[in-house]
Every structure is written in C-alpha cells, then in structure tokens.
C-alpha cells in the first residue's frame, strides 16, 4: 500500500521532549578551547501549535519522527532545514554584528551524513562543512561556517541524511552558537493588553514553557490598559514561573505607542546605559524562538540598531507579510515592501522566477518595523526621546524614522517571527483609520517633503471614492482626521483617548459603519439578495467618478438592491446601487450600504472646505509639529500621561 504524507512526516505522541535547556540561565558551552560561545537561535522541528506547518522549519524526504526539538529518519531518509525558520540569516551577520564564524551544534545518534549548506544572493546551495558519523549515541557534532562571504545574501542551515543500510539517524538539540559578546545587553519585555485576557495568558504561557527564551528576558512588562489581568483565574500560576521578572503596571488606554513606549519609560528609569528592550503585540500566536534570536543578534551588533521581527499571517499561517517593509512618506501610506522584497508570499510555494520558495536571500534595508516583534537599544531614547502620543497608528514609522536620522538603523531579521492577524482580514472602515490618516500626515510633516498639492488631491481622491460607494462614515472619519491634523498638535497632549471617544461617537450615526450577520441584513431580505459581480474599471476613473457622481444627484442607480463580495467591493461598483450589502473584511458579516442623499451632498461641501483649507494651511500646521515634537516626546510629557508623578 502507497505511504501517504502523513505516513511519511509524521509527529511522535511518545516524545514528551520541551524547550528547555540545562543551563538556560548562563546560555553558554564552551567549544575546542576556542572560548565561551552563545546560543544564537535554535533548529527546531516543528512549530508551536498544530496550525503551524512543520514544513516552514524542515523539508523532508523519506519517512521522519519529528518533534520540538528532536528529528529521527528512517534509513534512506533526508531532512534540510532550508526553510523559513531552518535558516540562519547569515547575510544579516555578517553585516551588522562583529562575529566571523557561526558553529551548528547537533546532538547525533545513529548513522548518517550531516551537513552545514549555505546560499548566496542568488540563491544556489553549496556545502561548507560535512560529517558522517557512524553508530554514533548521543554524540556532540560541531559543524563550523566562516561569515565571509554573505555580504549581499544568503543563508546557512544544516542538511541530514540517513544511511540507507537500515539504521536510522536521530538529531536533537541542534543549535547555532557564536562567540559570546565582551558583553551582554539585559533585555526587557513589554507588551500592552486591553481587555485580551486570553491572549496575554497565552503569551506569557509560551513564554513560561520556552525556559532558554525565558531566560533571555530580564523583566517583563504587562502593560494593563484596561480590565487588569491580575484578576484572572489563572494570573497567579503563570506569575510564579517568572517570579519578580514580571510586573504588572496598568494605565490609561494611551494605545499602542503608549503601550510599547512605557517600556522604554521603564527600562530608561531602572536597567543600564546598554540595554535592550523587546516589544510584542499581545495578540499574536508567539514562536518563543524570535525572543532567542532578536536578543542574541542585538548581543552582537556594531551599533546601537532597531531589530524587527516578521510577522506571518495567522488566518494563513504560511504566508509572510514581507521581508520588509518601508513606509510611502508622502504618500501617507504605511507598510510598503521594500524594493526587492517579498510581499504576502507563500513560504511553500515556489517562486514562479526562481523555482524556489520564497527564502529572503537578499539582505534588505527597513524603512521601519512595526512592534509586533522588535528589539529596541535604550540608547534611542537619549538620542530621539519617547513615541509620539498618537494613539493609533504611526508612532513606529516616526519613532524609526527619527531613530535613523539620529545614527540608529532599522533592519528586519528573517527567521525571526511571530502569527498575527492578517492584515487583509480588517476592514479599513473602522476608527482606526482615522489614527492612520491623522498620523501619516504628521509624519509626513515631520519626515517628508510633504507635498501639499499632491496630498490634496489624493485625500480628495480617497474621501469622493468613500462617498460615491456610500461609506459616509468613512468619509467623515477621514475628514476628522484632516481637521484635526490642520488643528494642530493640541490633540496629542492627552494621549488620544479622548478623541477615540469622540471619532467612535461620531462614526455611530452612520449605519453603514455597523457590521451584521450575513443572515439578517437590515433592509435587504436574503431571498431578494443576489451576488452581483463588478464589470471591466474604468478606463478614465474621474471621469466615471463624475458620471456615477451626476447619476446619483439625480437619483438614477443601475442596481437597487445587491450582494458584494468584499475582493470585488471597489467604488466603482458599488457606487452604481441605491442599496449593496458589502461582506466586511474580517468575513463575520456584511455592512448595508444605501445612498442617502442628505449624505452625500453635506460630506461633499465639507470635504471641498477642507481640502482648500489643506491646501492653504497644511505647511503652518507643519511647522506647529516640528515645534512640539521635543516636548511631545520628552520624558515630562509621558510622565503626565503615566500618572507616574516623576
């Protein structure tokens, strides 16, 4: 009978193997007599959940046992960790820190040949250092690879293959080490929670079960901004696995910058000159690895440097985000690949150019990192201060962009990374867009060339689109945060709160902004709804904007009533209904559009006043922004919105 992949690749229920290691707290081996090394990350075997593919940390042929940390092939069986997380990022190495050699420490029992393979920028493998070993139990293999030759790409990892005259070959505990740092930067976690008790157990879970990752970790900063976690069932158990590591410290919702930067805030009062400080979302699925990895290379860089992590979508746990990202400055938008890099690619799938899944063997610069991973020196605060109390949005791509002006660099460390919610699954018709156009338009005052013009016509682009396909509510919000932006920096001294209140209050009287189940869509019975699929786009779009625009006047609409998919809800489709019921991006529901006419006039004689008063005041309200920025980011600031007393 034909073996099925499950035959073939297969997990042992026996194998009760954990991510622990003898010496977790010292983290060190010594090696030859060539002096004391460090862990610089780890090869496991397989994921931390059952939703993780056990392909993005090895590839097999031949029937394998895997566990965490533990590989037994059957004879005639291979296994090579070129893959996501089998890798070791040698390029970014060789050029950012001081270490000239990685080993690969396994673990080896049984008969079999063990190689170290390497890539370079355009991706072919070669072999650096080989070993075979026979009947061999337990015994410590050390495979060395110089860092010389990964200036513009590629990678290391191991390659395994098991003798073919019927013994088997089991590796475990396989690890990179480097030469141990003169000295070692303690780093602090923080992470902010709002009312996501699972989600934090969860991480401070993985986190307590992971004791090498655990280790890495001088403190650990919940910071609590809304019902506190402490309350909860299972707080005081986990507690205890960090003993006086961790400390809880609630505030008022300041949102993700006053979140993250209260860990700065922290480690700038308590911990040394040259320390680190990591930071992680709490709604994330944590591969504890990323704390190992990001720790040990901020150990060994030549400068003070911001170190990211990358994120994988958790709805599509092989897809990537990108290698890296930069943000569209001027054009106000975040999270732009990089040029070069990969950008919501499969891991699995293989590159229609190359013929090979997509690896990252091209070292890249990052224009910023966002902070659902990210290790950040503490030297940045003396150089560029605290976040910018913005709230919502943005505060990364200032914080990086201020950092870099000031001698501090951004990079982004492939195999470094965590699940987080993707990206394509929130809809943009949410509050928290106007955090992102309010925000971007202060970095690109404070960052960019800030073309007035062009920003005007895209803002006007963006805000008829938004009427025309009957999000009024969008609209409104987007003219909010123009308003708001023109208003000056006034708004930021409070931490945002209180606008979030105000911008939700007003979304409120939009019924398209309420999301519904697809089953009871007010006003549109589902046995009248029918799917109806957009045509071509228009050739000329603002001369279609203003026909769609003409037809609505005047009350003419080619649809009254439809059902549209979200991938197909593009404004020009949709303004051509009196009533369309949109699926909502997350695919929990759908939002009821209808045209309302009072709507569109009101919001289109608003948007015309604050697009001329854009246009005219934008460079004044610049200026008022370049002037607050050092108090807006100074220690006093954040103290006052802390409530600390300082």
Not at 308 to 314: D, K, P, Y
Not at 571 to 581: E, G, N, P, Q
Request: proline residues 6%.
């Amino acid at each position: 009978m034909p073996q099925t992949r499950d035959d073939l690749i297969r997990h042992d229920p026996t194998d009760t193997d954990t991510d622990t290691d003898t010496d977790a707290d010292a983290d060190t081996s010594a090696a030859d007599g060539a002096g004391v090394r460090t862990l610089a990350g780890r090869w496991h075997f397989t994921g931390p959940d059952e939703t993780v593919s056990d392909d993005l940390y090895a590839a097999a042929t031949g029937a394998v046992t895997r566990s965490r940390t533990r590989l037994t092939l059957a004879p005639g069986a291979k296994a090579s960790g070129n893959a996501f997380f089998g890798r070791f990022p040698a390029t970014y190495w060789q050029r950012w820190t001081d270490v000239r050699e990685v080993r690969v420490e396994l673990t080896v029992t049984g008969t079999g040949r063990l190689a170290a393979a390497a890539s370079d920028v355009n991706g072919p493998a070669r072999v650096v250092a080989a070993r075979t070993v026979r009947d061999a139990d337990r015994e410590r293999v050390v495979l060395a690879a110089p860092l010389d030759l990964y200036a513009d790409g590629g990678a290391i990892w191991v390659e395994l293959e098991a003798a073919a005259d019927g013994r088997r070959l089991t590796v475990e505990d396989v690890r990179w080490t480097v030469a141990a740092p003169a000295s070692r930067r303690p780093t602090s976690l923080a992470f902010a929670t709002y009312n996501r008790p699972d989600y934090c157990r969860d991480l401070l879970r993985a986190l307590a079960a992971d004791d090498v990752a655990r280790a890495r970790l001088e403190r650990v900063y919940i910071v609590d901004h809304g019902d506190h976690v402490t309350g909860q069932d299972w707080y005081e158990e986990i507690a205890a696995d960090f003993g006086d590591r961790l400390q809880h410290t609630p505030q008022p919702n300041l949102g993700s910058s006053g979140g993250c930067n209260r860990g700065l805030y922290e480690v700038a009062r308590h911990a040394g000159e040259n320390a680190n400080v990591m930071f992680l979302d709490d709604d994330i699925l944590l591969e504890p690895e990323v704390v190992v990895r990001l720790t040990a290379f901020g150990d060994h860089v030549t400068r003070p440097m911001i170190v990211g992590g990358q994120m994988i979508n958790i709805f599509h746990p092989t897809v990537l985000l990108a290698d890296a990202q930069r943000t569209d400055i001027d054009g106000i938008q975040p999270g732009k690949p990089m040029p070069h890099a990969y950008h919501d690619a499969d891991l699995l799938t293989p590159d229609p150019a190359t013929g090979r899944p997509p690896l990252q063997e091209r070292r890249l610069d990052a224009g910023y990192t966002a902070w659902w991973a990210c290790l950040m020196p503490i030297e940045l605060v003396e150089r560029v201060g605290y976040m910018l109390p913005v709230w919502g949005q943005g505060e990364d791509a200032d914080l990086c962009a201020r950092a870099r002006k000031n001698g501090i660099p951004t990079i982004i460390l492939p195999g470094a990374a965590v699940w987080h919610t993707d990206f394509s699954m929130k809809d943009l018709d949410d509050v928290k867009t106007y955090f992102i156009r309010r925000n971007y338009l202060i970095v690109a005052a404070l960052h960019g060339k800030f073309p007035v013009g062009a920003l005007t016509r895209r803002l006007g682009t963006e805000i008829a689109q938004c009427i025309l396909d009957m999000r009024y509510g969008l609209a409104a919000t987007i003219l909010s945060a123009v308003e708001d932006f023109l208003d000056g920096p006034d708004d930021l001294y409070d931490g945002g709160a209180e606008r979030l209140q105000e911008i939700a209050r007003m979304r409120s009287r939009y019924p398209e902004t309420r999301r519904h189940p697809a089953t009871d869509a007010p006003g549109a019975p589902s046995d009248r709804l029918e799917i109806v699929t957009p045509g071509r786009p228009p050739l000329l779009p603002a001369a279609a904007a203003l026909g769609l625009a003409a037809a609505r006047l005047r009350g003419r609409h080619r649809f009254r009533l439809g059902e549209v998919a979200h991938d197909e809800a593009h404004w020009w489709h949709v303004a051509r209904f009196r009533t369309a019921v949109v699926t909502d991006a997350s695919q929990e529901g759908v939002r009821v559009r209808s045209h309302d006419q009072d709507a569109t006039v009101e919001l289109g004689v608003r948007a015309a006043r604050t697009l001329l008063r854009f246009s005219r005041t934008a460079q004044d309200a610049r200026r008022r922004y370049f002037e607050a920025l050092p108090e807006l980011t100074g220690r006093a600031n954040w103290s006052r919105l802390y409530e600390t007393g300082e």
